[in-house]
């Protein structure tokens, strides 16, 4: 031990006895080799204590009072006037205890380490993984009703969907034109709220009424829901509900088969607010010609200018041939009317 040169020609006195029934002797204090050597004044060694075993029995205190470990009734008392030989010890204890091993302290790091990895995996994977299995597990029925629920709760925001007769079995016309991958999906025009379409879980479509008011021609609003099929498939809206919920809300929708209100009620007014997510151009010229929509109209009514959305224009799949009507005449000018007045 380095530590162990410095102090070997320190020497102190102290009050030495050798157990609890015996009286205290004045003695000399040395460090030897690897050894508090204790001798009488005539040099004669009386004791030689282990330094990697010495303790002290009032810690902070002084005298300071010390005895070999497993002995308490052998002590030695060293004064205030040699505060040199405690300070070596109490150095020299010090480096002893840094170079033991603290299983204690080993176990509280794996414990720590392990609490971190359940911390962690809660954190970073558990989410997505709950997310996930819920995506996978939870049947179509079941997004149906999330879906109708939710509508419940636009309503409020958007007012009632618009039901004329005639409007209505337009609208089932055009859903069954511009069908889902997986199923028809069922399409519903507001009168407000919806900044343009929004897809719900469970397949139905939100359209805001301005895009069958406002336009002369059905393929504007096909074009909008094109572009919200495309998202649909690109990302679950009902993968995004779960996002949004959080996961205590997945873990209850997966025990109990049910969303609270309150996390409806927060998603419903996130969909009306969030910012619709971006497509890329080459994703929509596959799904208009996929669908049979010219891209056309709905890049004007994007960007009245056609510069932002000119790739839609000039790569237009219908640009010189007309595709299957979106919707005949009359049932255009019907669906225009669904919101009656």
């Given at each position: 031990m380095t530590a162990l040169r410095e102090y070997q020609r320190l020497e102190a006195s102290g009050l030495w006895r050798a157990s609890p029934d015996d009286q205290r002797s004045d003695v000399i204090v040395s460090i030897g080799d690897a050894t508090l050597v204790i001798s009488d004044f005539r040099e004669n060694p009386l004791a030689h204590w282990s330094l990697a075993a010495i303790q002290r029995a009032?810690?902070?205190?002084?005298?300071?009072?010390?005895?070999?470990?497993?002995?308490?009734?052998e002590t030695?008392?060293?004064?205030?006037?040699?505060?040199?030989?405690?300070?070596?010890?109490?150095?020299l204890r010090a480096a002893v205890e840094r170079r033991r091993p603290h299983p204690g302290r080993l176990r509280l790091v794996m414990l720590v380490a392990s609490f971190l990895a359940v911390a962690a995996l809660a954190v970073f994977w558990l989410p997505g993984a709950a997310r996930d299995h819920a995506v996978g597990v939870v049947p179509d029925v079941k997004r149906v009703e999330i879906g109708k629920a939710l509508l419940d709760r636009l309503q409020r925001m958007t007012g009632p969907v618009c039901h004329t007769p005639e409007g209505r079995a337009a609208l089932t016309q055009l859903a069954r034109r511009l069908p889902a991958k997986d199923r028809p999906g069922r399409l519903e025009v507001v009168r407000g709220g919806v900044q343009t379409t929004v897809r719900l879980p469970g397949g139905t479509i939100l359209i805001n009424r301005d895009l069958v008011e406002d336009f002369e021609e059905?393929?504007?609003?096909?074009?909008?829901?094109?572009?919200?099929?495309?998202?649909?498939?690109?990302?679950?809206p009902f993968a995004r509900l779960l996002d949004h919920a959080g996961l205590w809300a997945t873990l209850r929708l997966l025990t109990t088969g049910a969303l609270e209100p309150?996390?409806?009620?927060?998603?419903?007014?996130?969909?009306?607010?969030?910012?619709?997510?971006?497509?890329?151009?080459?994703?929509?010229?596959?799904?208009?010609?996929?669908?049979?929509?010219?891209?056309?109209?709905?890049?004007?009514?994007?960007?009245?200018?056609g510069e932002t959305t000119l790739g839609l224009i000039e790569a237009d799949p219908f640009a010189n041939a007309a595709?299957?009507?979106?919707?005949?005449?009359?049932?255009?000018?019907?669906?225009?009317?669904?919101?009656?007045?």
């Open positions: 009032n810690p902070g205190k002084r005298p300071a009072i010390y005895h070999p470990d497993g002995d308490p009734g030695l008392e060293l004064p205030d006037t040699e505060p040199d030989m405690i300070a070596a010890i109490e150095k059905p393929d504007v609003v096909a074009g909008y829901i094109v572009a919200e099929r495309l998202r649909a498939e690109a990302s679950d309150a996390t409806l009620d927060a998603y419903a007014q996130h969909l009306l607010t969030a910012p619709r997510p971006g497509l890329d151009t080459d994703a929509l010229l596959h799904g208009f010609r996929r669908l049979g929509v010219r891209s056309t109209p709905y890049a004007y009514a994007l960007d009245i200018s595709p299957e009507p979106v919707l005949s005449d009359a049932d255009w000018l019907r669906l225009q009317g669904i919101c009656g007045s």
